[in-house]
Structure formats: C-alpha cells, structure tokens
C-alpha cells in the first residue's frame, strides 16, 4: 500500500504568515486522487481540497494545493487564527486507500 | 441537507463483535455514492476500513477483510458495521461518510462515535 509521509509533523504559524504543509508519497500517486482533511479537536475531518488542487465547498481563497507523483503541497497564503488544526493527505490512486499521519498546525 | 450519524456500543469485549449504525438524512443511499467506514486511532491516525455502494457492493481494507461486513437496510436508510473478533487495537472513534464516485473524494462526515475496546 501507498505510505503517506507530511512534514512537518507540527508547526505553527503567526497571523498573516505563508505556510507550506507536504505530503510524500513512497509511490506514485495519481493527482486525481490526492486529497487534503482539515480537523479541528472534538471535529470529525472536513473535505478541504480534492483532486490535488480544487477547494471544497467554503474553503477560504487563500488556501492552495498543487503536486504531482510523489509529492503534494498545500499553502495557506497568509495565515488566520481559523487556520489552526490538523490536516490530512489522502490517497485513493492505489488500493487500499491510505492517509497520512497529519501536520498539526498551530497559531503562534 | 445531507447528515451522516453513528450510533452504538461505547464499550466492546475483546473477542466480541463491534457493531455501529450510520443514519444518513437527506439523501437516499441508494441514489448515488459509496458509503464508508473510517477509523482514527487514539493518536490520530485514520484508516479507511471500507464501504458499501448505492447498488450494495462492498470494498473492504485487506487489513481488515477476513473480519469486515458492511451491509444496510434501504427502508431505514441506514448502513452498518460489523468488525468480528476485536481486540484492544480496535479502540478508535468510528467515522461514517459519503464517498464521491467521480473522485473518491469523502464529502460528508458524521460527528464520529468512540468505541473502546476493553474487558
């Protein structure tokens, strides 16, 4: 099965700061079928974005997702208090569907 | 609008068979999409465990498959969960949600149910 790495494994950000959170996958993983989860404590994960780059209904516009193959991207181009969670990368390019472990993203 | 709810047994007996309930409203599961089980560990990792289909077709994780059912009752619309023989490694928070066809992408979530797995 597809191993899903995120780096970092947590970080945190100041209000208005560019952030950049990867996703690597140990084989190639269609672009079609790479998604991100936002999930905030107590919540269950939220569709964020789907197909590498596309943004799910209400996410904010400075949100971004990009990659190709084995590695996968998203951005937030300038940080919000609203922004802090975990987010998870998910594949279903290969079966079994696998997700990766999550970057915890924390406001600084 | 579309709502996904987990229900059943907080507590599970090592040996025993753990059964949980998605009640989804809004939306016919038997319309379109697949209809999923996911789990996330204490710690938080998520695993995909499997689905069942608008047609009744089932996918299961081949880590799971020999212990796995998904079936469901159209007139309730509602479908289940059924994980035979669980052990301690099976105490997570239980998720439902709908699975897109067109690029498998997992739209609606329920709220999740905790399962713990002890004697």
């Known amino acids: 099965q597809i191993v899903l790495t995120q780096s970092p494994a947590i970080m945190s950000a100041s209000p208005g700061e560019k952030v950049t959170l990867t996703c690597s996958a140990s084989?190639?993983?269609?672009?079609?079928?790479l998604y991100w989860y936002q999930q905030k404590p107590g919540s269950s994960p939220k569709l964020w974005i789907y197909?590498?780059?596309n943004l799910a209904s209400g996410v904010p516009a400075r949100f971004s997702g990009s990659g190709s193959g084995t590695s996968y991207s998203l951005t937030i181009s300038s940080m919000e208090a609203e922004d802090a969670a975990s987010y998870f990368c998910?594949?279903?390019?290969?079966?079994?569907?696998?997700f990766g472990a999550g970057t915890k993203l924390e406001l600084k | 609008d579309v709502q996904l709810q987990e229900s059943g047994p907080g507590l599970v007996k090592p040996s025993q068979s753990l059964s949980l309930t998605c009640t989804v409203t809004g939306y016919s599961i038997t319309s379109d999409y697949a209809w999923n089980w996911i789990r996330q560990f204490p710690g938080n990792k998520l695993e995909w465990m499997g689905y069942i289909s608008y047609s009744g077709s089932t996918s299961y994780n081949p880590s799971l498959k020999s212990r796995i059912s998904i079936t469901r009752d159209t007139s309730k619309n509602q479908f289940f969960l059924q994980l035979n023989s669980v052990t301690t490694e099976d105490t997570a928070t239980y998720y439902c949600?709908?699975?897109?066809?067109?690029?498998?992408?997992?739209?609606?979530w329920g709220q999740g149910t905790s399962v713990t797995v002890s004697s």
């Open positions: 197909s590498t780059s």
């Open positions: 998910h594949q279903w390019s290969s079966y079994p569907p696998t």
């Open positions: 949600a709908r699975g897109r066809y067109d690029d498998y992408a997992m739209d609606y």
């Open positions: 084989s190639s993983v269609s672009s079609s079928y």
